[in-house]
């Protein structure tokens, strides 16, 4: 049964990206268990502009775990201490009475913090940028028997394609490496045979652009799997340096 | 070059360089077996690599791979640590399926570094290196020892408790490295999927259990000796 808990937050607050941040310590009373941890956070800021006091900042939008906007590292966890879900998702029902929950915005050197707990992930648009797409217009949606393609490789297309890009593969890897999204990406597309034809490109302006950005060097912790909203799996970075290593050794 | 300028070529340089690695502990746990069964054989072995021409250029080969796979572990780790950012978190968790010794390669790493330090000073020191500078015989623990008589060196150097501990230590953290090393290896080439994943770690547990059980049986065979003796 859900009950009203008491918590104690300590939140990351920064002014701006040159600031220097710091931890503030908050009690909220009689907060629902089964109200989201986003609603939580609405509580919060509510009781913070009645104080007079500034509200906390944080990313958020469709609120139902699509659509890749929120980002809290809470507990030591990327969205939390739950398994894949998005922060959006996260229940109070995960804590209990006298809890103390510590927040913190993603912490790469990919993505750096704009004020308190919102992070700036455009890393990832220029990344996708890179060559993230099909060059070619393919039309409308096809019959789904006028190209066959194979069960398995439609479930991993699929698979792949359900990253959000919020950027929790990064945020939790010890390395800072973007591998897990960057490999879903170019998943999703090399896999059918639309995206088949640029796959090599793909793979090789993709990478380049990651690397640029400063992302680290992937060294298969596993991390970033376990903590992703949407499950996807690291075979996908094997596929990606499978892709790359072949496009590299063709040139 | 993309083996240098991307970071998936330095990694298959980092993951080539490691396999090959691997071999060797594979070949140099051959060569160790063969002291429990004869020791005459052994020094055969020990003979026939000596410091002679093929044996100086499998050792340069040898040290050239050692070689790349540290400077790509410090320019991997280091690049890693700047794309970490300068803040850390305040409060990290490791997830499960997460193994502590993925987690901490550079440090294991160095590790096994330090007691291979030990093991050239006790063993390459005395027999290789001392043969290239013109001896053939050596003292150790003050007796006159052969440069290629490794079996009396063994017999010598596992009878100090110490030292067998030290060893063991040294293959636990060897141990470490190989899980998370031989797989992840595999995987950094591309050869894994969501089938072979699985089948590559069990695969890399029992290469490693091998190699570093393998190592541990022989330290421990010659101290048990000793203490018989």
Redesign the interface.
């Known amino acids: 049964m859900d009950k009203d808990i008491n918590i104690k937050l ?1 939140v990351w607050r920064q002014r701006g990206p040159k600031e220097r ?1 710091h ?1 503030e310590s908050y009690s909220l009373k009689g907060i629902s268990q089964g109200s989201s941890f986003l609603e939580m956070l609405d509580v919060l800021n509510e009781q913070l502009v009645s104080e007079g006091k500034e509200p906390i900042t944080f990313d958020h939008d469709c609120r139902e775990g699509i659509c890749g906007m929120c980002s809290l ?1 809470i ?3 990327p969205h939390g201490p739950d398994t894949e879900i998005t922060t959006c998702q996260l229940h109070m029902r995960k804590f209990e009475d006298g809890a103390e929950i ?1 927040v ?1 915005p993603w ?4 993505f750096p913090v704009i004020r308190d707990l919102m992070v700036d992930r455009y890393a990832y648009d220029k990344i996708i940028q890179a060559g993230g797409f099909v060059s070619v217009n393919t039309g409308g949606v096809p019959d789904a028997n006028a190209i066959p393609i194979p069960k398995r490789d439609a479930e991993e297309a699929m698979d792949a394609a359900a990253c959000i890009g919020c950027g929790a593969c990064a945020a ?1 890897c ?4 973007a591998m897990l999204f960057v490999s879903a990406k170019v998943s999703q597309l090399s896999l059918l045979p639309q995206g088949k034809v640029e796959a090599a490109r793909r793979a090789q302006a993709m ?2 652009k ?2 640029e950005l ?10 970033c ?3 992703c909203p949407k499950g996807v ?3 996908h ?10 496009a ?1 050794l063709a ?1 | 070059m ?1 083996l240098l300028n ?7 340089v980092m993951s080539l360089s490691g396999v090959f690695l691997i071999l060797f502990l594979l070949f140099h746990l051959a060569m160790n077996i063969t002291a429990v069964f004869s020791a005459e054989a052994y020094n055969m072995i020990c003979e026939l690599l000596g410091s002679n021409w093929y044996a100086l250029l499998g050792t340069a080969v040898l040290a050239g791979g050692f070689g790349v796979h540290m400077v790509m572990a410090l320019w ?1 780790t280091w ?2 640590l ?18 502590w010794s ?2 901490n ?1 550079f440090v294991i790493g160095l590790v096994v570094c330090g007691f291979l330090l030990l093991h050239f000073a006790q063993f390459w020191y005395h027999m290789m290196f001392a043969e290239l500078i013109g001896y053939h015989e050596v003292e150790v623990g003050g007796k006159m020892i052969g440069t290629t008589d490794g079996a009396s060196f063994i017999n010598y150097y596992f009878s100090h408790l110490w030292v067998v501990i030290a060893y063991l230590i040294w293959y636990v953290a060897l141990w470490l490295h190989l899980t ?1 090393g031989l ?2 290896a595999l ?8 089938i072979w ?1 699985n089948r590559w770690k069990v695969i890399t547990y029992v290469v490693a259990t091998l190699i570093c059980g393998g190592f541990g049986f022989v330290t421990l065979f010659f101290y048990i000796k000793s203490l018989l003796s």
Not at chain 2, 82 to 98: H, L, T, W
Not at chain 2, 188 to 193: A, D
């Open positions: 300590k941040g931890f590292y507990n030591g966890h510590t913190e912490r790469s050197a990919g939790a010890k390395n800072g490496s990478i380049a990651m690397d400063g992302f680290g060097n992937c060294t298969n912790t596993r991390a799997e376990a903590e799996s690291i075979s970075i094997a596929r990606l340096n499978r892709e790359f290593i072949k590299n040139d | 993309w991307s970071s998936v070529g330095r990694k298959v991997l690049q890693n700047q794309a970490r950012g300068s803040s850390r978190y305040a409060v990290s968790d490791r997830p499960k399926n997460v193994s993925s987690q390669m998370h797989w992840s995987q950094t080439v591309g050869l894994s999927n969501r994943i």
